[in-house]
């Protein structure tokens, strides 16, 4: 079954870094686009990154343009999320998501980029 685990989350300051890692597994991973969303308590989930595979397209949520980044490793079935530049408005769960069915390989046009499958998510807190 399609399995995404995310990880590299964890507490730090504004203005400061981080680097998340989703570890794919259960399907083609260089076939599917896949995606970063965070969710932060009583607010609704906001797309961060999505990263097609057919045309290599990359899109970004406009909240963290300029600031995040995100890439895909197709050998080690891993993409990141480099998070540059961050604000205590970026706290959130953040998971990583694909639709392994057949319009998967991009992105859509779309909120939640057409993604189906998610993982459990990596905690990121921004605070001082």
């Known amino acids: 079954q399609v399995q995404l685990v995310e990880s590299g989350g964890g507490l730090v300051q504004p203005g400061g870094s981080l680097r998340l890692s989703c570890a794919a597994s259960g399907f083609t991973f260089a076939y599917y686009a896949i995606a970063w969303f965070r969710q932060a308590p009583g607010k609704e989930r906001e797309g961060v990154a999505c990263?097609?595979?057919?045309?290599?397209?990359?899109y970004y949520g406009d909240s963290v343009k300029g600031r995040f980044a995100i890439s895909r490793d197709n050998i080690k079935n891993t993409a990141y999320l480099q998070m540059n530049s961050l604000k205590p408005e970026d706290t959130g769960l953040y998971y990583c998501?694909?639709?392994?069915?057949?319009?998967?390989?991009?992105?859509?046009?779309?909120?939640?980029?057409?993604?189906?499958?998610w993982g459990r998510g990596t905690l990121v807190t921004v605070s001082s």
């Open positions: 998501a694909v639709n392994t069915g057949l319009l998967g390989g991009n992105c859509r046009d779309k909120e939640d980029y057409g993604m189906r499958s």
């Open positions: 990263f097609s595979a057919g045309d290599g397209r990359i």
